[in-house]
């Protein structure tokens, strides 16, 4: 059994930061993809970034530059650290753990809310 929880969302103004974690506990495979993904009201869940245990990362363009994804192997935890947050990254964003390109995992999910 995999369980994802994530934690660190909230309101914030716009042009400020946020920063996520996510952690994983349970059987994971030692090579796995971790990343975000955030779904607004009336909005398909979109990709925010991945990072896989090599540490290759991979951002939705509408955040490069204002968000990184990092992980700490050893705590099977991934963080993203969120700046210069706009009112159109509020969302509920959800962790997702990928193993062997076959088992994928979901967090409950966070909201994040940018307004002033």
């Known amino acids: 059994q995999v369980q994802l929880v994530e934690s660190g969302g909230g309101l914030v103004q716009p042009g400020g930061s946020l920063r996520l974690s996510c952690a994983a506990s349970?059987?994971?495979?030692?090579?796995?993809?971790m990343g975000w993904y955030r779904q607004a009201p009336g909005k398909e869940r979109e990709l925010v970034a991945t990072i896989t245990t090599g540490g290759s990362t991979n951002y939705a363009d509408s955040v490069k530059g204002r968000f990184t994804i990092s992980r700490d192997g050893a705590k099977n935890t991934v963080y993203l650290q969120m700046n210069s947050l706009k009112p159109e990254d509020t969302a509920v964003y959800y962790c997702?753990?990928?193993?062997?390109?076959?088992?994928?995992?979901w967090g409950q999910g966070t909201q994040v809310t940018v307004s002033s």
């Open positions: 997702r753990l990928t193993m062997a390109r076959q088992y994928v995992y």
């Open positions: 349970g059987i994971i495979f030692s090579i796995n993809t």
